[in-house]
């Protein structure tokens, strides 16, 4: 009779240890590996967008870069105020002209800045425009040699306004103009 209390009791200790310190345990042990196998996977799909960016790395390496740079010239990423109008002034100067009076306003609230940097508004459009209101004076042959440099350079613009006023002049027939374009970026 003791053996078979024993018994039950060492059964019933048994069954306790299991029910309140075996179990609980196993399924702990069973939830860490399954956040285990969860994060295996994404440790698999980490290295898989880490090949895959460098394929596409290896791709753009392969490239020319002096292509790379002319296409950022002519679908630019973002608006370099500055560099526009340097690159302006330096194909007018090419033709012995000069941009004077620059003003510089950007589309969204239509804010005009005299200075070489204009805020930026936000919009939902994927692409945004800048318009740029400057003079030149010069002869008509200079400035049509200059437009036909605008015309052919990579970075998309549009002439949207032109003036021309005649100015006197002692040895050349000069005329002043004035000139709006406007040049658009990605967003």
Known sequence: MIKMILSVVAFAVGGGIFFLYT????????ATASEVGQYDEALEKAAEL???KQSLL???NAFNPADVERLQKLLPDHVDNVRLVLDLDSLAARHGLALQNVVISDSAGGKENTGA??????????????????ATQGTYPNFKAFLEDIETSLRVVDLVELKLVRESSQTELLYRYDITIKTYWLK
């Open 23 to 30: 179990q609980p345990r196993f399924d702990s042990i069973r």
């Open 50 to 52: 880490q090949a895959l």
């Open 58 to 60: 290896s791709r753009y």
């Open 117 to 134: 940097v204009a805020a930026v508004g936000e919009s939902l459009q994927k692409y945004d425009s800048l318009t740029l209101k400057f």
